[in-house]
């Protein structure tokens, strides 16, 4: 907690209030670590609490967004969100873009074992707004943003709501040549650690005992892509998840499974593709279904990572390495092509001069 020395240059200006209707533990958090979260927003207010009042010292401007900022948080409480540093850095970002946090961060998906599925983000918020409102969604962005965790919630919540009658959950299993074929086992047994993550986040998200009599009677059904050719799939809700490792041909082929009463959902990370050669089906399918209606593209980006505040530096850290590698690589490509340029124009003097 700051020691109450008002920070000097502009004038300060002092705000006192009560919380009222929430435990203060839940508001600032265990040996008031929401608190110092709070400070580090705002580093040039001075937060005080006693007991439930909390006065705030400091420039004007950040004083009114520190207030705010704390009712928020006072309102996602009362909604019965448990608050974290997450919760608190994104109110603020939420805050500065002209949202309410408390609308965002409170829309809870579905209840598993006690626990809330939601969106923390506002690029979270669009993504299930968009599946709610499509009838094919791409999720693309970077790893931690919950682009498969928050499809797989919303799967859940269609089978629980009986808007649709199953859960198809797909994916790429790139490496089903020579690798695969060097573990033991059946067919099955080979594919299965490439889809275990989709069956770790069912458990999560229904009740364990459950889901293997789920997964025997077809309500939910957990295969490689390979599996969907062929087939049209009525009245389900499906997720193809690591979409970056398909082929142009196979994303072609998922799309048109399409059947009446079914939700789409494709996820995946363009900077982590793994195919060995050949163009990504993901990259290609932003560019041919871009301006179809009732297909929705949301790009999530490190703003929207929710796992430790690490990945998201992270992956801007790669974002950037990437962008200067592309650049230094259109250099020599001009490069070349300008000394390319200049022999055939040498060539051509000669050849002139030979006449």
């Not at 006693?50 to 207030?67: D, F, I, K, S």
């Not at 962005?141 to 499809?151: E, H, Q, S």
């Not at 998200?205 to 293997?212: I, K, Q, S």
Request: aromatic share 4%; net charge negative.
């Amino acid at each position: 907690m700051s020691d109450g020395t008002p920070t000097p240059g502009a004038p300060n200006e002092r705000v006192e209030f009560e919380i009222d209707g929430v435990a203060m533990v839940r508001l600032l958090g265990p040996q008031d670590r929401l608190l110092t979260t709070l400070e580090h927003q705002y580093p040039d207010v001075v937060v005080l609490v006693r007991g439930n009042q909390v006065t705030l010292e400091g420039p004007a401007a950040q004083v009114e967004a520190a207030g705010r900022l704390v009712a928020e948080l006072v309102e996602l409480v009362k909604k019965g969100v448990d608050l974290g540093p997450g919760e608190v850095t994104t109110s603020r970002r939420i805050l500065d873009s002209g949202g309410a946090p408390a609308d965002v961060l409170s829309q809870a998906i579905l209840t598993a074992r006690g626990k809330a599925i939601r969106p923390k983000t506002l690029g979270q918020k669009a993504y299930v707004d968009a599946i709610d409102d499509h009838t094919i969604t791409f999720g693309i962005g970077p790893a931690g943003t919950g682009k498969t965790y928050l499809a797989m919630a919303k799967a859940v919540q269609a089978l629980q709501r009986k808007e649709v009658d199953r859960i198809i959950l797909s994916r790429p299993a790139i490496e089903a040549g020579e690798r695969l074929g060097f573990l033991p086992g059946t067919l099955t047994d080979k594919i299965d650690p490439y889809l275990r993550p989709l069956y770790d986040a069912l458990n999560e998200m229904m009740d364990p005992e459950l889901v293997p009599k789920l997964l025997a009677a077809g309500t939910v059904e957990v295969a490689p892509l390979a599996y969907m050719r062929g087939r049209t799939l009525n009245n389900s809700f499906v997720v193809l998840d690591e979409a970056q490792n398909t082929t142009p041909e196979q994303m072609k082929m998922f799309l048109t499974r399409l059947g009446f009463g079914t939700k789409m959902v494709v996820t995946g990370d363009i900077t982590q593709i793994d195919l060995p050669a050949g163009a990504s089906g993901l990259q290609l399918v932003t560019r041919v279904l871009d301006d179809i209606d009732d297909i929705e593209f949301i790009r999530l980006t490190s703003d929207d990572v929710v796992r430790h505040s690490l990945v998201g530096r992270i992956v801007d850290a790669y974002t950037k390495y990437d962008a200067e590698k592309q650049a230094r690589a259109h250099e020599r490509r001009e490069a070349a092509e300008f000394a390319n340029r200049a022999d055939r124009r040498k060539g051509m003097g000669k050849g002139m001069g030979k006449r």
